[in-house]
């Protein structure tokens, strides 16, 4: 399996800031996500993070807000932009890794949790 | 569009109880079904992950069931223990790497 690593773990930030999250994994993989959890919620998909081109958006996440690099097949960084208190979730990385016999397992990073005051 | 539902939302059973927890999904052209464990404030685990072509799964005291033509998956636990209190997800994906998650069954085993 694969391990990944993201970074803060947790963060307070101020409204109106911006704040990165990184995401390592020690192995390279096809595909890696970034998705939401707000507050007592399931898991929601923000976008899928491509290597050497634009993410890929879900309805809802625009590009503005949401800014994702993947400038390797094991990194990835997600930008929360211009925060406000709506944006306090927990922010987890994923990613579908070569399992064996043609299907992908997926795995998931700790989370980062961020609390926008 | 897929939508995943999971019964009950919650659950608290004394420790030593066998257990079903629920999942549904609407479009039953899936690639795999895959159930996590979340505890409080934490990451994801991947507990059992099931094949399109699979029925079935097994992992220790968990076991997992697919039925694709009814849009349905079990996951059931044996012999439940404190530690099994945690959030259990399912996911489905479908073809072209979208993933769709259930709302989760909170669980709670007690000594």
């Known amino acids: 399996s694969a391990v990944i690593s993201q970074k803060p773990s947790r963060d307070i930030c101020q409204r109106g800031t911006s704040l990165t999250i990184q995401c390592q994994v020690d192995s390279q993989v096809t595909m890696m996500f970034w998705y939401r959890q707000q507050p007592g919620q399931s898991l929601t998909l923000i976008a899928t993070?491509?290597?050497?081109?634009?993410?890929?958006?879900e309805s809802g996440f625009v590009i503005d807000k949401f800014p994702i690099s993947r400038p390797n097949l094991t990194f990835s960084t997600l930008t929360v932009s211009n925060m406000s208190p709506e944006d306090s979730s927990i922010y987890l990385c994923s990613v579908v890794g070569l399992a064996g016999e043609g299907y992908n397992e997926q795995f998931f990073g700790p989370g980062t949790r961020l609390t926008v005051l | 569009k897929q939508e995943v539902t999971q019964i009950p939302a919650a659950l608290s059973v004394p420790e030593g109880e066998n257990l079903v927890l629920n999942c549904s999904f609407t479009d039953s052209a899936i690639y795999n079904l895959q159930w996590f464990r979340q505890d409080p404030g934490k990451g994801l685990t991947s507990l059992l992950l099931?094949?399109?072509?699979?029925r079935e799964q097994t992992s220790g005291r968990l076991n997992a069931s697919l039925d694709k033509s009814s849009g349905r998956s079990t996951l059931y636990i044996a012999a439940s223990q404190p530690g099994d209190s945690a959030t259990y997800l399912c996911a489905v994906e479908n073809y072209g790497q979208n993933f769709v998650f259930g709302p989760g069954t909170r669980l709670s085993v007690l000594p």
């Open positions: 993070a491509n290597q050497g081109s634009e993410a890929t958006y």
């Open positions: 099931i094949q399109s072509s699979q």
